[in-house]
């Protein structure tokens, strides 16, 4: 084979091995953890912070049984923001406070929803 194929060769393999190496990096960064197959320690929705709770991962039906039945008719659990593509944020909403950060947040991971708590002052 001629240098300059070798050459394109190499120059190629650097370029996808640089891709790839920027894509694991941001990946990282969106997910604030080196273990990108686990939920975050924390996120960020709606301009602020939340840090991961302490409980086991729920279902949809889960939460709401968490709330009092006068909770769940004014408020309604929104997606709210994406931690990714894939990984939908939710908090509960309704028409006066619709856009604005609530004290608690769920991530939704496969079929489950991690519970997240606000961190800290505005």
């Not at 302490?54 to 889960?62: A, D, I, Q, V």
Request: proline share 7%; hydrophobic share 35%; aromatic share 12%.
């Amino acid at each position: 084979m001629p240098t300059t194929l070798h050459r394109a060769i190499r120059y190629g393999a650097r370029a996808l091995a640089a891709v790839l190496a920027a894509g694991i990096l941001y990946t990282m960064f969106v997910y604030h953890s080196l273990n990108i197959f686990t939920p975050p320690e924390r996120l960020e929705s709606l301009g602020r912070t939340y840090q991961l709770g302490n409980l086991p991962p729920l279902t949809r039906e889960e939460i709401h049984q968490r709330h009092s039945p006068s909770h769940r008719e004014y408020y309604t659990l929104e997606h709210v923001s994406n931690l990714w593509p894939r990984h939908p944020v939710y908090q509960f909403q309704n028409d006066t406070i619709r856009g604005q950060a609530t004290t608690s947040a769920y991530l939704k991971w496969g079929d489950h929803y991690i519970t997240y708590s606000l961190s800290g002052a505005p």
